[in-house]
């Protein structure tokens, strides 16, 4: 989560939505856009959250006939160079920081550009296992469906640091990029992205049918249940942390649907 100024009388801007569509692209994605910056555009993360899931999984498409494991690989490095791996970035430094014996070398670890033995390993077995559930998904499923499970995936995890503001509140974040971020979100955001998630998963679910895209749904509430276990463990949830539950809801989505399918 990136920081950026509040309007000059210190209240939440209107929202408009090619305001919020501009500063979600922005938020969440490398690509350049023309945002205002006054909004994080938190009532469109699951809108991009589900393009971001229909470009990146698209080698799933084109390789997961051939190879599901390598299809799986590519898709999550094709999703990685389009976020330009902004919420694996959270992880690590959120992992590294829960790693710390103190509250003082917590915070030394999460500023510290250099990645540490937590940060690292989260990566590792975080990438690892989503891996190994797309490749399960194409298997089970097939190509199709796995794609589409993988759009809904990313569409109810980009909700989840909206449904965190909701529910952790200015507690959750003392300052910084996170309590900006939760001072923005209002509840029309918290309205538009689930039932953004939730059309996304109705639209899935008639095109490929089965319980697969609801499970996926699931992983948002998942990754908002981590997220208040960190607020429980750190005493707040900053912007490393929302983008971390971001990550966790994602692959907890993945791994939800794979189990259910084998």
């Known amino acids: 989560m990136r920081p950026a100024a509040e309007s000059s009388a210190g209240t939440r801007p209107r929202r408009h939505p090619a305001t919020e569509l501009k500063a979600a ?12 910056g006054e909004t994080a555009g938190a009532a469109a993360y699951s809108l991009v959250g589900a ?12 390789v997961g006939g ?3 494991l390598i299809a799986a690989f590519l898709a999550l490095a094709t999703t990685t160079v389009l976020t330009g791996a902004i919420h694996l970035d959270a992880l690590a430094d959120t992992a590294d920081a829960l790693m710390a014996r103190d ?22 077995f975080v990438v690892a296992v989503e891996a190994v559930a797309l490749a399960e998904l194409v298997d089970g499923l097939g190509v199709v469906a796995a794609w589409a499970v ?13 449904l965190l503001a909701l529910f952790a509140g200015q507690r959750a974040a003392a300052d910084g990029s996170g309590a900006w971020f939760v001072r923005d ?12 998630a939730f059309g996304v998963g109705a639209l899935v679910w008639a095109a ?22 960190l607020v429980r463990l750190r005493r707040q949830l ?10 966790l809801s994602f692959a907890i989505g993945l791994i939800a649907v794979a189990v259910l399918v084998a």
């Open 103 to 124: 509250p003082l070398a917590a915070e030394r670890a999460r500023r510290d550009p250099r990645l540490g033995t937590g940060g690292a390993l989260a990566l590792v």
């Open 208 to 229: 490929v049918g089965g319980l697969a895209p609801w499970i996926a749904l699931a992983g948002a509430a998942a990754g908002v249940a981590a997220g208040l276990v």
């Open 185 to 196: 979100v209002d509840p029309l955001a918290v309205l538009s992205v689930v039932v953004t």
């Open 25 to 36: 692209v922005g938020f969440l994605t490398r690509i350049p856009v023309d945002a205002a």
């Open 150 to 162: 993988g759009i809904v995936a990313c569409a109810a995890s980009r909700a989840t640091p909206v």
């Open 238 to 247: 900053d912007g490393d942390g929302l983008g971390a539950t971001t990550e």
């Open 51 to 62: 393009a971001i899931g229909a470009i990146g999984m698209a080698p799933l498409l084109i």
């Open 66 to 68: 051939a190879s599901p």
